[in-house]
């Protein structure tokens, strides 16, 4: 993004030194260095949008993943401790809900051994 950034003012520069050198009436040189400061605001624009999409998307998928494997672990935490009562409660389009049900299942085993004995 940065990079077409750059080739778009290093051909403007370029652009401008052709023009000049050419003579190149002053209206048409303004005209095309007008529409290639246009272009470098929109590839700026896009580029922004596009880091702050990738941002987003980034935090939203870090929490997808992050969020339950945090659950998970502190539910294994719970067991090992003897807290066989913990559950793992996971949003539906979690990452790793079946993990978290079988977990479940593991603490429902657990709790009945411990009140059969």
């Known amino acids: 993004m940065l990079f077409s950034i750059y080739l778009l003012v290093q051909l403007e520069n370029r652009m401008g030194f052709i023009m000049s050198s050419a003579n190149v009436p002053t209206d048409v040189s303004d005209a095309l260095l ?48 003897g807290e066989f009562k913990s559950r793992v409660h996971l949003r539906d389009n979690d990452h790793f809900i079946a993990l978290g049900d079988d977990l479940n299942q593991l603490a429902d085993i657990l709790e009945k051994q411990k009140t059969s004995v």
Not at 45 to 58: C, P, Q, T
Not at 61 to 77: A, C, K, M, T, W
């Open 34 to 81: 007008d529409q290639l400061g246009r272009a470098q605001m929109q590839v700026a624009a896009v580029s922004l949008a596009l880091l702050v999409i990738s941002v987003f998307l980034g935090v939203k998928l870090s929490h997808r993943i992050y969020g339950p494997i945090v659950q998970i672990r502190n539910h294994v935490v719970n067991l090992i401790n």
